[in-house]
């Protein structure tokens, strides 16, 4: 059964539903927020310091400035950053993966090798880890994330080009003289596709808690620009006056790793 089959079926299910009608939802967020929220996000209102008011829904930050509306314009950053950031994880994840195909046996083995060591890591420490070498702010954050990512790709793509590699038409192959890098291109590439599609959007949901968990201690997007995390950070001291103000960019990081999960 090919990927676009079981792609068609999938959304023929509630849940393929949800997760089609979720992924809608965040990209006209991301096209029309910024543009449609950007005045009210920047607008002051001193009055309404003190609570959320028939205005502000939930509530404002400690400036006056509107949190829904922030949220919202924080979308495309948040999400632009954490499709970066899976694009480093997953590309670096896949190329070590494929390594020890490609390249002779002891390279291979030293390659699998140092993946397990990177695995045994704990993936929140070894953020942090690296997040530290790189520094506070958005490239770091966005570094840190991706690169954490990509021991685990590795270890899955070595485990799926493993099986592949060990099958019959891939022995044929070799028989007949195909190079490595021309086998994984025509055989193994096309076999482990799914899985690693699968893969990528799981992670999605993960970097996405990662790189606002950074943000939220401060380790990533830094003002004046704001993600849902940094938002989550600012309402931190406001929580005991309008704890409705933290609702917003709270919901909106579940909301949105839930919508990746789905996939």
């Given at each position: ?11 023929r ?17 991301v ?26 829904l ?53 390659v ?7 695995v ?16 506070a ?5 966005v ?31 070799r028989i ?21 599609v699968?893969?990528?959007?799981q992670?999605m949901a993960g ?18 620009s ?16 309008t704890?409705v103000?933290a ?17």
């Amino acid at each position: 059964m090919s990927f676009a089959h079981r792609l068609r079926r999938a959304l023929r299910t509630p849940l393929g539903l949800a997760a089609l009608a979720a992924a809608g939802v965040l990209v006209l967020v991301v096209v029309l927020g910024p543009p449609l929220f950007a005045e009210a996000a920047g607008r002051v209102d001193t009055a309404a310091v003190d609570g959320g008011g028939a205005g502000h829904l939930f509530g404002t930050d400690n400036l006056g400035r509107d949190v829904a509306a922030r949220t919202i314009v924080a979308t495309r950053l948040t999400l632009g950053l954490t499709l970066l950031a899976t694009a480093i994880g997953v590309t670096g994840g896949l190329l070590l993966g494929l390594a020890p195909t490609v390249l002779g046996r002891r390279a291979g083995r030293l390659v699998t090798a140092a993946v397990g060591v990177l695995v045994a890591f704990p993936g929140l420490l070894f953020v942090l880890f690296l997040a530290t070498i790189f520094g506070a702010g958005t490239t770091g954050a966005v570094l840190a994330v991706g690169l954490s990512v990509v021991p685990p790709g590795a270890r899955l793509v070595q485990n799926l080009a493993a099986g592949v590699a060990g099958s019959d038409y891939v022995a044929a192959a070799r028989i007949l003289g195909v190079g490595r890098f021309e086998l994984v291109m025509r055989h193994v590439l096309p076999n482990i596709a799914e899985p690693a599609v699968l893969f990528t959007a799981q992670t999605m949901a993960g970097i996405l808690v990662a790189f606002s968990g950074l943000s939220f201690l401060g380790l990533g997007v830094q003002s004046p620009s704001y993600d849902w995390g940094s938002l989550l950070n600012e309402q931190l001291d406001r929580i005991y006056v309008t704890p409705v103000s933290a609702l917003a960019p709270g919901a909106a990081i579940v909301l949105a790793g839930l919508a990746f999960s789905l996939v």
